[in-house]
């Protein structure tokens, strides 16, 4: 891989593990409408093959396309997209997915507006339902608030179409919960329309200490009966109109 200057300015996540740094991951898509003025400052990462640069005293990949694969949990595959790429209509998640990923990492800042909150939520669900995944999404702190735009930190996370965990708007603080990957990549062998393209992407190996979680997340005893009184009074009507 060839190593090069960086001379234009990107907007990045950056995948950092146990104090290394796996690889720069540009934004996609940049926003330049209503009041978003990123073009003014950032470039797209669109079309940059993965390429070793030299940031922050490390040599790392930088690019698009970039999976890290964690080697003692294999169903563990990170992807990265950033705020606007999850809004556009063809994510750059999308293709991470079908190259392997289970999990995407979007670091976000959403600026709030009357009804964007529930649109947001309603999308990083879906979008976790429709690549079976679980989606990771970081927005901005009140903190971060200006006299132009406001920020609430927003986090979720998201598996297969259920919300596993939110936060509270205008309050701080960090989101947890786990994902079940060996259900994910069930559902994905399972489901014979689930476009598979191994070997599209470049990816990045690292390594975590295994230990045993407790669990934060509920799991239902009775997945087919809804808990909810009324909800399980509507499934049984729809039931009996179906038949």
Excluded at 96 to 112: H, K
Excluded at 127 to 142: E, F, I, Q, T
């Amino acid at each position: 891989q060839r190593q090069m200057c960086i001379r234009d300015r990107y907007n990045v996540a950056a995948v950092i593990c146990r104090g290394k740094l796996l690889g720069l991951v540009p934004k996609q898509n940049i926003p330049n409408y209503s009041e978003f003025y990123e073009a003014r400052h950032f470039t797209t990462g669109k079309g940059i093959a993965p390429m070793t640069v030299h940031f922050c005293g490390q040599d790392t990949l930088f690019g698009e396309n970039l999976l890290f694969r964690c080697e003692n949990m294999p169903e563990f595959v990170l992807g990265c997209e950033i705020c606007e790429d999850l809004w556009v209509s063809n994510p750059p998640s999308a293709f991470l997915c079908e190259a392997g990923a289970t999990v995407i990492a979007n670091p976000s800042a959403s600026d709030e507006t009357i009804g964007k909150a529930a649109y947001r939520r309603e999308l990083v669900r879906s979008h976790s339902a429709r690549l079976l995944c679980g989606y990771l999404y970081a927005d901005a702190g009140m903190g971060e608030s200006t006299q132009d735009l406001i920020f609430s930190g927003h986090d979720l996370i998201a598996e297969n179409g259920s919300v596993l965990a939110e936060s509270k708007r205008f309050t701080t603080g960090i989101l947890y919960s786990e994902l079940d990957l060996p259900r994910l990549t069930h559902e994905r062998r399972r489901m014979n329309t689930f476009a598979v393209k191994p070997g599209s992407c470049t990816e990045v190996s690292f390594q975590l200490p295994m230990r045993d979680t407790k669990l934060t997340r509920p799991f239902a005893q009775t997945p087919f009966v809804p808990a909810d009184k009324t909800d399980l009074e509507s499934r049984c009507e729809e039931i009996l109109r179906m038949q």
